[in-house]
């Protein structure tokens, strides 16, 4: 696996590193010790798929509080999406920064998610499926989260038609 720390520190971008034959491929997209080796947290309690089916969909921007506070590894398995991460770690010099990549089941990419980021995406295909794997359990009295639109952020999402469950249009701006 390459490991790629992008412009907001503990957060990365992760590459397989396939081995391929005849018959396709072989790969390996989580290994504790190299998570452990990078330092990165290798506690993972829980995997969770988000299905969309509509391009455009929007998920987030979603958080635990401490002390349940959670790292996220997320990976698109079908279609596409833009996901974003949000610095909301005080005292960090990327406080209320943020970042996006694009994540496909072609690129295959993984993007690592450290404790105290806000997390969301959006498809950029109908029928995406997104797998996630997360180092605490979910635990709703500590689920937060903050407005997609917040223009404190200023998050360029790639679609403007969107479609947003009420529940995260209830969230207020950072």
């Known amino acids: 696996m390459i490991f790629t720390e ?4 503990g957060s990365y971008i992760i590459d397989i ?3 391929e034959d005849e018959r396709g491929f072989f790969a390996r997209s989580w290994c504790r010790k190299e998570f452990a080796a990078h330092g990165l947290n290798p506690d993972l ?5 988000s299905y969309n089916k509509k391009k455009g969909t929007l998920r987030g921007m979603h958080y635990q509080a401490a002390p349940h506070g959670e790292v996220k590894l997320v990976r698109c398995t079908r279609g596409s999406i833009y996901d974003v991460i949000v610095d909301l770690r005080e005292g960090s010099e990327t406080l209320r920064q943020w970042v996006g990549f694009e994540l496909s089941q ?3 990419r993984l993007l690592y998610i450290p404790e105290g980021f806000a997390h969301g995406f959006q ?3 109908d029928n995406t499926e997104v797998f996630y794997q ?3 359990y979910y635990m709703p009295e500590y689920a937060r989260g903050i407005r997609w639109d917040d223009s404190a952020l200023s998050i360029e999402w790639p679609l403007k038609k969107t479609i947003v469950s009420s529940k995260d249009q209830k969230y207020f701006n950072s």
């Open 6 to 9: 992008t412009k907001l520190k």
């Open 17 to 19: 590193e396939p081995i």
């Open 45 to 49: 309690v829980q995997c969770n798929i």
């Open 106 to 108: 072609e690129n295959r």
């Open 123 to 125: 498809t950029l295909e």
């Open 134 to 136: 997360m180092s605490e």
